[in-house]
């Protein structure tokens, strides 16, 4: 008789859930942007099966400090349209830092995740702030090396 191996299948309420921060200064924003999407799926666990959120809560720091490569903060430039004709604004990466840091690592980690009702799941256990300081000290979440 042949002993059947059974596939371990994650259940949503039985994962651990862990917090981790990250600091952006100086690191290249592609290379955050890839290790912030492979915690909130939890690409790294054991357990990680695609179809569950069995990911963790990611928080990013120093959102204003990350580091572009080549002239991409002239030549890389970020589209929204408001709906109606001639709605199309344009704003290039230079002027995004300044205004809205957070922003720019929100959109790279967007473009990595599934884009579906799971990646929006996920998408919300991320939480990016400009400066060093953060309000999820209680959390005790553990440094991220990139």
Do not use: C
Not at 56 to 71: H, P, T
């Amino acid at each position: 008789m042949l002993a059947t191996q059974k596939t371990f299948m994650a259940k949503p309420r039985s994962l651990p859930r862990r917090w981790y921060v990250v600091d952006a200064e100086g690191k290249r924003l592609g290379k955050v942007a890839v290790t912030v999407a492979n915690l909130l799926r939890g690409k790294g666990k054991p357990e990680y099966t695609p179809g569950v959120d069995s990911g963790d809560f990611v928080i990013v720091i120093n959102a204003e400090k990350v580091d572009v490569s080549g002239r991409k903060r002239e030549q890389k430039i970020y589209y929204r349209h408001s709906g109606y004709p001639r709605g199309l604004k344009a704003t290039p990466l230079g002027t995004m830092l300044k205004s809205r840091p957070e922003r720019v690592i929100e959109l790279a980690v967007r473009g990595m995740m599934p884009r579906n009702r799971l990646g929006r799941a996920q998408l919300r256990k991320l939480h990016v702030y400009a400066g060093p300081s953060h309000p999820h000290e209680a959390q005790k979440p553990e440094p991220v090396e990139i």
